[in-house]
Nanobody, 124 residues
């Protein structure tokens, strides 16, 4: 069992930055690939980013590529999503998720554990 808690969301202006954190319980954090997803009001949940178990590989949605950076610190059981140059269309609830298999990448249904989400609001 893995429990995930996101933090770091907030209200920012367009062009500003935020860093989201995802703290995981348990001693098996390093055995999970970590994904970030988001859901805006009235829209489907969408993939944002994924980082593999070691942190050596990352994947991004085209909409955030070049602006967002995923990282992790396995010693601290924490994953991060650094977001630069935020746009109003980035406004959403952001969720982190854990994938034991490590192969789900953008497939939300492959992630076994999810956090409660953190709100990011970007004003224009």
């Amino acid at each position: 069992q893995v429990q995930l808690v996101e933090s770091g969301g907030g209200l920012v202006q367009a062009g500003e930055s935020l860093r989201l954190s995802c703290a995981a319980s348990g001693r098996t954090f390093s055995t999970y690939a970590m994904g970030w997803f988001r859901q805006a009001p009235g829209k489907e949940r969408e993939f944002v980013s994924m980082i593999n178990r070691s942190g050596g590989a990352t994947y991004y949605a085209d909409s955030v590529k070049g602006r967002f950076t995923a990282s992790r610190d396995n010693a601290k059981n924490t994953a991060y999503l650094q977001m630069y140059s935020l746009k109003p269309e980035d406004t959403a609830v952001y969720y982190c998720a854990a994938d034991r298999d490590g192969s789900s990448r953008s497939r939300a249904e492959g992630y076994e554990y999810w956090g409660q989400g953190t709100q990011v609001t970007v004003s224009s």
